[in-house]
């Protein structure tokens, strides 16, 4: 049974970091495409970053987050990471995390068929 569970979600200032985590079950999730995706209210569920599992893949991170945010993971524990540094109020919304279906990284929702229960992110001062 596949399970994604994310954390390390919470308040902060803008400026500041976070870092979550996405525990994986029922799979080795260094075989499969991951990725986080985040949802503002009233928003579409939108691409954040995305790690291949393929060597002659490319990492992949929306504009809006690349130079601040870094995907990465753990296979000695199963855990796919989010860090996030300079943190914006624009940054606001629940994180999910993502197993991909195919082998390169995508930036669309149908791409993915396992999600996590997501993890909200609040920056606000």
């Known amino acids: 049974q596949v399970q994604l569970v994310e954390n390390g979600g919470g308040s902060v200032q803008p400026g500041d970091y976070l870092r979550l985590s996405c525990e994986a079950s029922?799979?080795?999730?260094?075989?499969?495409?991951m990725g986080w995706f985040r949802q503002a209210p009233g928003a579409d569920r939108e691409f954040v970053a995305g790690?291949?599992?393929?060597?002659?893949?490319?990492?992949r991170y929306t504009d809006s987050v690349k130079g601040r945010f870094t995907i990465s993971r753990d296979s000695a524990v199963n855990t796919l990471y989010l860090q996030m540094n300079n943190l914006k109020i624009e940054d606001t919304a629940v994180y999910y995390c993502?197993?991909?279906?195919?082998?390169?990284?995508?930036?669309?929702?149908?791409?993915?068929?396992?999600w996590g229960q997501g993890t909200q992110v609040t920056v606000s001062s």
């Open positions: 029922g799979y080795s999730l260094q075989n499969y495409v």
């Open positions: 790690l291949p599992y393929m060597s002659d893949k490319s990492i």
């Open positions: 993502a197993r991909g279906k195919g082998e390169g990284v995508t930036p669309y929702v149908q791409d993915y068929d396992y």
